[in-house]
C-alpha cells in the first residue's frame, strides 16, 4: 500500500497492484473536511487509474444524511466515470 495523502482526519492509500483506493476516516469531521476529502480521493483515484475503492469507516463519526446524499450525487458518478 502506497500513502497518498495524510491529514488529521483521513488518509488514503493506494494498492497498485489491484488498482485499489483505500480511504481511512478517524474520528469527527466537519461537513466541508468530509466534501474535501471526498473531492481528493476522486482526484486519486483518477490519477492513479483505481478501478476498486474502500472506504474504512471503523474509527469515523456518523455522517450526516446531508453528507451522504452530497457524495452520492457529486462523487460517486465521477467515480463511476473514472471506471468505478
Known amino acids: 500500500m502506497i500513502n497518498k495523502y495524510t491529514s488529521n ?3 488514503i492509500a493506494i494498492v497498485p ?3 485499489c483506493l483505500v480511504q481511512t476516516w478517524i474520528g469527527y469531521i466537519t461537513s ?3 466534501r474535501d476529502g471526498q473531492r481528493k480521493s476522486l482526484e486519486i483515484f483518477e490519477e492513479n487509474k483505481c478501478q476498486y475503492f ?3 469507516t471503523t474509527n469515523a463519526c456518523p455522517l450526516t444524511e ?3 446524499d452530497w457524495v452520492t ?3 460517486t ?3 463511476m466515470e ?3
Open 54 to 56: 474502500i472506504s474504512d
Open 73 to 75: 450525487a457529486n462523487i
Open 17 to 19: 497492484q489491484k488498482r
Open 9 to 11: 482526519y483521513l488518509r
Open 82 to 84: 473514472a471506471g468505478l
Open 32 to 34: 466541508e473536511e468530509y
Open 77 to 79: 458518478p465521477k467515480l
Open 66 to 68: 446531508e453528507d451522504l
